[in-house]
């Protein structure tokens, strides 16, 4: 596993599904946490969900967001963090001109194939 990455690096690398509307490339994963590097293209939309056993964490690089956190929107830029506890139905929109890119830590390991519920 690498442990340091110059981030700017990882931009060439980037590949957006069109099933997620954002690129996920793993940095760092253990037993109780995994950590991401995020980059959404703007206008892309993570839709609303909740995890069960899971919480998030995430730092914002550049761009913009408007993110859902329960009940609450909060738009969100450049040096902005995010907690998102278990169970909290949360979803995030690039609303800026420039793609938004972020860091994502999930505790446990991110698993959206057994932990993700869409509502």
Same mark, same amino acid.
């Given at each position: 596993?690498?442990?340091? +990455?110059?981030?700017?690096?990882?931009?060439?690398? @980037?590949?957006?599904?069109?099933?997620?509307?954002?690129?996920?490339?793993?940095?760092?994963?253990? /037993?109780? /946490?995994?950590?991401?590097?995020? *980059?959404?293209?703007?206008?892309?939309?993570? #839709?609303?969900?909740?995890?069960?056993? #899971?919480?998030?964490?995430?730092? @914002?690089?550049?761009?913009?967001?408007?993110?859902?956190?329960? =009940?609450? *929107?909060?738009?969100?830029?450049?040096? *902005?963090?995010? +907690?998102?506890? #278990?169970?909290?139905?949360?979803?995030?929109?690039? @609303?800026?001109?420039?793609?938004?890119?972020?860091?994502?830590?999930?505790?446990?390991?991110? =698993?959206?194939?057994?932990?993700? +519920? +869409? @509502?």
């Amino acid at each position: 596993m690498k442990l340091v +990455y110059k981030l700017e690096e990882l931009i060439p690398k @980037i590949e957006v599904s069109s099933e997620e509307d954002v690129a996920m490339l793993e940095l760092a994963r253990s /037993q109780f /946490q995994s950590t991401h590097f995020v *980059y959404m293209p703007p206008g892309r939309k993570i #839709r609303p969900h909740f995890h069960r056993e #899971r919480e998030e964490v995430y730092v @914002i690089l550049s761009g913009r967001a408007r993110l859902r956190l329960g =009940d609450e *929107y909060v738009e969100v830029g450049e040096g *902005y963090f995010a +907690y998102v506890p #278990r169970g909290t139905v949360h979803a995030a929109e690039s @609303i800026g001109a420039e793609p938004l890119m972020l860091i994502f830590v999930s505790t446990p390991p991110y =698993d959206p194939k057994r932990d993700r +519920y +869409y @509502i």
